[in-house]
């Protein structure tokens, strides 16, 4: 905001009155502005970026937006320097009316991460309404018989202003016939009225005319005048008489019409007609009042007319008049003050504020997936509402700030277990009997790729017969990822390894998607009778990988009559034997590890009948080939 220096003393005073109340703290959770009301466009409110510990840059990017609850025009943040300033013109009296306190109420929200704060700007009064009276000219009819200090009720003016802006005192223009009967501090009723201190004479002055003015406590003050027109009656000389000026009622909201709220009784000295009284709602009551009471102008009853809803008005002042029936007729007065007792009779609302769905199944505890902001019309215990989570999920309500809950994560996710919730937050308020509202909120659990894929069965035996054309289908092998959609595409591979001479690629290959395994040339028992696929074990860190891996190992046995040649035998040492897939029941040795694979933690092995010490047939030449199953994308890594 530019400050311009060259207008004197007057530009000064703006200045430090602008900085007096542009003040800001820091406390329960929220930072306090204050601004007074009518600033102009442009005025600078806080520099809130730097209040909130936001850096200028990353405002943008971090979705930087203010929300106002109600009019949210009337205050605005520049990305570029994070300074609050207004927006547009601020009324006080049209934002809260005659309330104490004003306040306009930002929420500030910032995402990555998600992040909301709650900004009150506080609107300070300035005296910029004048007392007003409901009329600019009331007439007065009084009879010249009144004795001395008879005391005729006036209606005092109102200032939309709040405070010492507001604080009216009152006066009246020279005179000899009344004084003024001003209010005193603390009266619940403003009592206004004039006294009569000398007798009247209808002869000696038929009309008299006064001025009535009201003045504020503002600096500097304001004032408003209303035209008093006297005219002195003869004859009828007794006014009705209520027992009381003012009479207090307490009404339950929501009764239906026709409830009758009191009966009023006056008297008048008078006989006759001139001692008749009429019973009426004065022509100076408000208009919300007419339109919901009346009042029977025979028996001084007043009744309901009209919906009664604490939230729309707390209290309602009824203003009655006693007209006899003389000519011309006098006035009695009283105050009714009807006080609306609040009853349970809305049900609290919920609003979601932000939503972070869906939510991944490796998702830290403590994961915010919704802010839920509630409230509720009604005042006390009927107003303070309370928020519960359908019970037996992994998620809870956290109350974080007044009115404000987190949905935040509970416990541990596993979508392969249950990849959808269906939440019911139930918010429920103080009042008896309570009333509650429910909202549902559909949670979907996003896929991370935490599965290493299975296969169909951890072990293949095939038997081929030997001179197959190249190309020969041998066996296909099946594996399933528990995962969903990329995390679930699984292709097949051979892992390197040497058969004698040769590479196991020159003699066997894989399609990578089908696990279809196929015989690259034709096959001779008496060079190779045994291809044995032996299963790699999983990288240890499988868990935090991009591709998941799994093992399984086959045996591909050639089938020939004949005296087979008889492979390395083993060290001397004595090693579990196993069953080979050959027909006849031969006993066979699995060596010490004779090899690693890089970078895994696959070891191979030999294979045979039998360690020297052991007679029987010559052992079978064999060599052992480790089958790998990866996801697409993972680069294979073969073993030496």
Known sequence: MEISWGRGQESRRLLLSLLFFTTWKVGSGQIHYSVPEEAKHGTFVGRIAQDLGLELAELVPRLFRVASKGRGDLLEVNLQNGILFVNSRIDREELCGRSVECSIHLEVVVERPLQVFHVEVEVKDINDNPPVFPRTQKNLYIAE???????????????????????????????????????????????????????????????????????????????????????????????????????????????????????????????????????????????????????????????????????????????????????????????????????????????????????????????????????????????????????????????????????????????????????????????????????????????????????????????????????????????????????????????????????LSSYVSVHAESGRVFALQPLDHEELELLRFQPRQPNPDWRYSASLRAGMHSSVHLEEAGILRAGPGGADQQWPTVSSATPEPEAGEVSPPVGAGVNSNSWTFKYGPGNPKQSGPKPKKQTQVSFLLRHKGEASQPLQ
Not at 374 to 383: E, H, Q
Not at 408 to 427: F, G, I, N, Q
Not at 495 to 502: F, I, L, N, P, Y
Request: charged share 25%; proline share 6%.
């Open 145 to 503: 018989s009144r004795p001395l200090d008879s005391r005729f009720p006036l209606e005092g003016a109102s200032d939309a202003d709040i405070g010492e802006n507001s604080l009216l005192t009152y006066r009246l223009s020279s005179n000899e016939y009344f004084s003024l009967e001003k209010p005193s501090k603390g009266e619940q009723v403003k009592r206004l009225g004039l006294v009569l201190r000398k007798l009247l004479d209808r002869e000696e002055a038929p009309e008299i005319f006064l001025v009535l003015t009201a003045t504020d406590g503002g600096k500097p003050e304001l004032t408003g005048t209303i035209q008093l027109h006297i005219t002195v009656l003869d004859a009828n000389d007794n006014a009705p008489a209520f027992d009381r000026t003012l009479y207090v009622v307490k009404l339950p909201e929501n009764v239906p019409n026709g409830t009758l709220v009191i009966k009023l009784s006056a008297s008048d000295l008078d006989e006759g007609l001139n001692g008749d009284i009429t019973y009426s709602l004065s022509t100076d009551s408000l208009p919300n009042v007419k339109s919901k009471f009346h009042i029977d102008p025979v028996t001084g009853e007043i009744m309901v007319m009209g919906h009664i809803d604490f939230e729309e008005s707390k209290s309602y002042e009824i203003l009655v008049e006693g007209i006899d029936k003389g000519q011309p007729p006098l006035a009695g007065h009283c105050t009714v003050m009807v006080e609306v007792e609040d009853t349970n009779d809305n049900v609290p609302v919920m609003e979601f504020k932000s939503l972070s769905l869906p939510i991944r199944e490796d998702a830290s505890l403590g994961t915010v997936i919704a802010l839920i902001r509630v409230s509720d019309l009604d005042s006390g215990a009927n107003g303070q509402v309370t928020c519960t989570l359908s019970p037996h999920v992994p998620f809870k309500l956290v109350s974080t700030f007044k009115n404000y809950y987190s949905l935040v994560l509970d416990s541990a996710l596993d979508r392969e277990k249950l990849s959808h919730y269906e939440l019911v937050v139930t918010a429920r308020d103080g009042g008896s009997p309570s009333l509650s509202a429910t909202a549902s909120v559909s949670v979907e659990v996003a896929d991370v790729n935490d599965n290493a894929p299975t296969f169909a069965q951890p072990e293949y035996t095939v038997f081929v017969k030997e001179n197959n054309p190249p190309g020969c289908h041998i066996f296909t092998v099946s594996a399933r990822d528990a995962d969903a959609q990329e995390n679930a595409l699984v292709s097949y591979s051979l892992v390197e390894r040497r058969v004698g001479e040769r590479a």
